[in-house]
C-alpha cells in the first residue's frame, strides 16, 4: 500500500490559524475567539457559527449586518451585470465593424 500524498485528505475542520500584528485591534469572537479585522466580520461569524449560542443582542446586530451587506451584494450583482452586458454588445460592435 502507498503513502496518500493528496492534501486533499489532509484537511481538517479546524479553523485557520491567525496571527494578529502588534498594535492592530482584533475583534475576537465571544465563543471561539478568533480575531477578525472588522466588527461587522465577527457579527456574520456569530450569526452563522454561533447560532445556537448568541444573544438576542448578538441576533439583531447580525440581522442588521446581515441585510446590509446583503443589499451591499445586490448592487455589485447589478454592477457585474451591466458590466458583463458593456463588454458584451462592446465586442458584438467590434466584430461589426471589424468584418
Known amino acids: 500500500m502507498t503513502a496518500n500524498t493528496d492534501p486533499?485528505?489532509?484537511?481538517t475542520d479546524a479553523p485557520p490559524e491567525?496571527?494578529?500584528p502588534a498594535g492592530a485591534t482584533a475583534h475576537g469572537c465571544p465563543y471561539c475567539?478568533?480575531?477578525f479585522r472588522r466588527e461587522d466580520q465577527r457579527t456574520l461569524h456569530v450569526g452563522l457559527s454561533h447560532y445556537d449560542r448568541m444573544t438576542e443582542a448578538e441576533e439583531a446586530a447580525f440581522r442588521e449586518?446581515?441585510?446590509?451587506?446583503?443589499e451591499e451584494l445586490g448592487l455589485y450583482r447589478l454592477k457585474l451585470v451591466g458590466a458583463l452586458v458593456v463588454v458584451y454588445?462592446?465586442?458584438l460592435l467590434l466584430y461589426a465593424v471589424v468584418t
Open 89 to 91: 454588445f462592446g465586442m
Open 33 to 35: 475567539d478568533r480575531p
Open 65 to 70: 449586518v446581515y441585510s446590509a451587506e446583503e
Open 8 to 11: 486533499q485528505h489532509d484537511r
Open 18 to 20: 491567525t496571527d494578529v
